[in-house]
């Protein structure tokens, strides 16, 4: 990140400006027109004007498509007028339509041995390819609860697919080849998968394959010239599941890592300043054109899920015996596999509030789950932190409640049926509303949780690049001037102590 110019993050700023102005620009014409035929004078506007105008082609080429959304451009003979098809004032839809631009982020992504990525997918490399050919085929993740932690498999994905023309050009990061001009740089291990199919040691060997790639990976980073430019600071690591990356962690910890929580880190290593929260990919069936409602959905309150031995079971074991005579509330204990997870689906989506117990660790899919079936979250979980929090509040559709309440008799009954019918379909609403952020998918699509994720990545970003800049202000009074030699300890600017 050393050498690193930040023109991509000007961009955000100066296409939404653009985008204003351009608008802006429209509007004021737009009302230039109306004022002129109410005048009587449309035939004073000289058609060229309207057709060669460079704003209009702007407008004709650029994301959002005026004319032929609401407008149709009238050209009786030697005079234009501008309709408003629809009533409609076509602002909000347009600025919607700006945002498909927002941020473009450059990502340089090292070209892994396939044995870190796909290859995990059994996928078997051609020739020298390192990357399969994703206009043949695409290699499938393996299904089941795998598919909770598959971030790795949908991101870097995206990033191969990022070259291709694509008409719908909504993309949020892009590949490119030069690292110098990148703004972060990616790191393709699949490692929830590794921790999944290789934590097993298998004789004679003394460590398991998972751990042999955590260090084959620590020693091909370390020595990379990315690497050592920015200490690995603009470095995106993934390690979703909580015990993947357990071993090389410790030693990668100045990358951006993204996350299902901090609950297995030392502060040092992980933090909400420095990396990135990503949501589980949910396994419960998505509510499609649920027409469900306050009173079609039956269940009170639903929870469903495994018993711990460590605290979650404790709370879970507790809340279970305060409300196991509530008639309307469905609580068991019971992973969710196979039959189960139709079963939950059913559950979910015919429940008003989906309870969200800490387990052994701060988050879980459950949450996830709750959201693809419209089902109210009630998060009981003081340590869980979520993705994308910065822009998205969640209070406006979910009920958090503090351990240390829920554990009050009658407190968490209570407050659920004290939540009236209004009230939970203004939550209902906003989750149907909100519930793309979550989707996980190829090709991504416009704010749906691949874009999401590169969206937060792009906000630590230009942190990080602010913090460098500034920690160089003095680096000509720094010994030797050099600059490689001033780079701070990560944690003199986290407020670490
Ligand atoms: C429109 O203008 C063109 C020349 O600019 C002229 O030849 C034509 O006759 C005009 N048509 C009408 C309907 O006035
Ligand atoms: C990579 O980008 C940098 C900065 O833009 C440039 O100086 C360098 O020549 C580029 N390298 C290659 C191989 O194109
Ligand atoms: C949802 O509704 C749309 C339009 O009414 C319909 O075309 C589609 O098949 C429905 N999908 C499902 C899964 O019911
Ligand atoms: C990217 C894009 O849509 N470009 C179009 C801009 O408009 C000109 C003329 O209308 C087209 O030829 C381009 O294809």
Not at 15 to 42: A, D, Q
Not at 406 to 435: C, H, P, V
Request: charged share 25%; proline share 4%.
């Amino acid at each position: 990140m050393a050498d690193r110019n930040a023109p991509s993050f000007g961009l955000i700023s100066r296409n939404s400006k653009f985008c204003l102005f351009s608008i802006t620009s429209f509007l004021f014409i737009l009302s230039w027109l109306f004022v002129l035929r109410s005048t009587g004078g449309p035939h004073f506007i000289d058609h060229s004007l309207l057709t060669n105008s460079k704003l209009f082609s702007v407008i004709d080429n650029g994301s959002y498509e005026l004319q032929n959304q609401n407008f149709i451009l009238h050209s009786s003979p030697n005079q234009s007028v501008l309709v408003n098809d629809e009533e409609e004032a076509p602002r909000e839809k347009d600025l919607a339509k700006c945002n498909l631009n927002k941020i473009m982020l450059k990502v340089f992504m090292y070209d892994l041995p396939p044995e870190f990525h796909f290859k995990l997918l059994d996928w078997k490399p051609e020739g020298d390819s390192v990357w399969p050919n994703l206009q043949t085929k695409i290699p499938d993740y393996p299904g089941g609860l795998n598919l909770q932690h598959s971030i790795e498999y949908w991101l870097t994905l995206d990033l191969l697919a990022s070259t291709f023309h694509d008409p719908t050009g909504a993309h949020s990061a892009i590949r490119v080849y030069n690292s110098s001009e990148a703004d972060v740089i990616f790191v393709p291990f699949f490692s929830s998968l590794s921790y999944n199919r290789y934590s097993k040691v298998v004789s004679p060997q003394k460590k398991n394959r998972n751990m042999l790639l955590q260090e084959k990976l620590v020693r091909f980073l370390t020595t990379q010239e990315e690497w050592k430019r920015s200490k690995g600071r603009d470095h995106i690591i993934m390690a979703h599941h909580p015990n993947s990356l357990l071993d090389a962690r410790m030693k990668l910890w100045p990358a951006i890592f993204i996350l299902a929580d901090f609950g297995r880190y030392p502060l040092n290593i992980a933090n909400v300043e420095k990396d990135v929260i990503a949501p589980y990919k949910h396994v419960i069936k998505n509510f499609i054109n649920d027409s469900s409602n306050f009173d079609a959905r039956t269940t009170l309150l639903y929870f469903q899920g495994a018993i711990y031995r460590k605290d979650g079971g404790f709370i879970r074991q507790e809340l279970f015996y305060l409300l196991k005579e509530e008639k309307d509330v469905h609580f068991t204990f019971g992973s969710v596999h196979g039959d189960g997870i139709k079963q939950a689906s059913k559950g979910m989506h015919s429940s008003k509030f989906c309870l969200n117990i800490a387990g052994d660790t701060p988050s879980s899919n459950r949450l996830f789950d709750a959201i693809a079936s419209h089902c109210v979250p009630v998060i009981i979980s003081d340590e869980i932190e979520l993705p994308y929090e910065d822009v998205l509040d969640y209070s406006e559709f979910c009920i958090f409640v503090r351990t240390s309440d829920a554990l009050k008799d009658k407190f968490l009954i209570r407050l659920i049926r004290s939540i009236g019918k209004e009230e939970w379909t203004r939550m209902w609403e906003r989750l149907k509303e909100i519930e793309h952020f979550f989707e996980f998918q190829y090709p991504s699509q416009e704010d749906d949780a691949v874009q999401m994720i590169w969206q937060a990545v792009a906000h630590k970003v230009s942190s990080v690049k602010m913090k460098l800049h500034k920690s160089r202000r003095f680096s000509r009074s720094e010994v030797g001037g050099e600059r490689g030699s001033i780079l701070i300890p990560w944690s003199k600017f986290s407020g670490e102590k």
